[in-house]
C-alpha cells in the first residue's frame, strides 16, 4: 500500500533546479540584482506609461510634474518601503540595531509603507503646484502595477516570500525555507493579481469608461483590487517569522490591507458627488 502510494505521489519541482539566481549581473565588486532592476524597470515603465495618459484631454498635471513625480516617488517608494518594513514587521530587532536600517541590500520592504511614501511625495507635488491630490493619484494607481508585477516576479528570482505548504500540482520545493516541503509559489501568484489583473481592470476603466474624470474613482479601484488580492493570496502565503498568529486572527499583510479596503471602497462610492467640470494643466480643451 505504501509502495503504491509512492508511485503516484507527485514529483514537485524544487526551485533549486530552476537555476535562478538573485544577481542578474557581476560587475567585479558590484552585484546587480534582479530586485535592483525590477523596481528601477517599474519606475520607467511607469513613467512612460504616464505620459501616454496625460496625453488625454483633461489630465490632472503637466509633463514638468510627472517629471517631478519620478523624483518624489523613488525617494517615497524607498524610504517608505523600508520605513514600513522596519516599523510593521520587525522594529524590535531594528530598534536593538540601528545600523541595520540602512542596509537596504540585504532586503525587507513593505508595500504598505511604500504605498503611504508615494502619497506623501503627491501630496508635496499637489501642494507645490495647487493641483488635484485625488486625480493625480487616480493617474498615477494606474501606473502602480508595472512595478509590483515586476517586484513578485523578482522575489520568486530571489526564492523568497514563498507559500504555505501545499499538495497541489503546481507546488514548489523552496529550499530557502529550511524544509523540503512543497510551497505555493506565492509570488507568481501576486505577479498575475497585482500586475496583470490590476493593470487590465485600471485599463479598461482609464480607456473604455469616463472614471478618470471621477476623482478618486481609479485610486480606490486600485486599492479595492489590490487590497482583496493581497488579503486572499495572504491565505496561501507563509507569513513572517513571528506574524504568523495574530491575536485577531489575521495575518499582518492582511491587517494592513483591511484600511486599503475600506478606503478604496469609500473613494469608488463617493466618486461620482466629486465630478466636476474638468480644466486641464496643459492644454486648453475642458471636458465635462
Known sequence: MNQSAAAIEPAYLNFADLGLSPIALALGPIDIRWYSLAYIA?????????LRLIAQPGAPMARRHADDMIFYGMLGIILGGRLGYVLFYR???YFANPGEILKLWDGGMSLHGGVVGVLVAIWLICRQHKLNFLRFCDYIACCIPFGLGLGRLANFVNGELWGRPTDVPWAIIFPQSGTLEPRHPSQLYEAGLEG?????????LFWRTDARYKPGFLFGTAAL?????????ELVRQPD???????WGLTMG????V???????????????????VEPIAGTSSVA
Open 42 to 50: 517599474g519606475i520607467f515603465l511607469g513613467y512612460w506609461y504616464l
Open 91 to 93: 522594529p524590535a530587532e
Open 259 to 277: 484600511p486599503m479596503l475600506i478606503i478604496g471602497l469609500w473613494l469608488v462610492l463617493t466618486a461620482q458627488r466629486r465630478r466636476v467640470r
Open 241 to 247: 517569522n513571528g506574524l504568523e498568529n495574530l491575536p
Open 254 to 257: 492582511q491587517t494592513l490591507t
Open 196 to 204: 496583470v489583473v490590476l493593470f487590465a481592470v485600471l485599463w479598461f
Open 225 to 233: 483590487v489590490y487590497g482583496a488580492s493581497r488579503f486572499l493570496v
